[in-house]
């Protein structure tokens, strides 16, 4: 059973920082195989992908260089720091786990994080 826990989360002012990780568990996962994503979805609209890292470590984000995604797979995490945060940052963020061969995918319940005064 592969299980995904995202932490971190939470009320921020605008301007402010997160740092959301997401713990990876299961016994047939080998996490280091794995593109970590984490993908966010504000109210009334679509799942976006916020930012991907490789197996290798090679990382794409789409936040216009606010956001960072890491990983460190001895630890079977992965982290978002989030940086000049917008009140349009406001979201559940998911951790999500992508094999990129294999296709198998795994997704995490979701974290709240709000940005407002």
């Known amino acids: 059973q592969v299980q995904l826990v995202e932490s971190g989360g939470g009320l921020v002012q605008p301007g402010g920082s997160l740092r959301l990780s997401c713990a990876a568990s299961?016994?047939?996962?080998?996490?280091?195989?794995?593109?970590m994503n984490w993908y966010r979805q504000a109210p009334g609209k679509g799942r976006e992908l916020v930012a991907s890292i490789t197996p290798g470590g090679g990382s794409i984000d789409s936040v216009m260089g606010r956001f960072t995604i890491s990983r460190d797979n001895a630890k079977n995490t992965v982290s978002l720091q989030m940086n000049s945060l917008k009140p349009e940052d406001t979201a559940v963020y998911y951790c999500?786990?992508?094999?990129?061969?294999?296709?198998?995918?795994?997704w995490g319940h979701g974290i709240q994080v709000t940005v407002s005064s």
């Open positions: 999500n786990a992508k094999h990129p061969v294999l296709q198998t995918e795994f």
């Open positions: 299961g016994l047939t996962f080998t996490f280091g195989r794995y593109a």
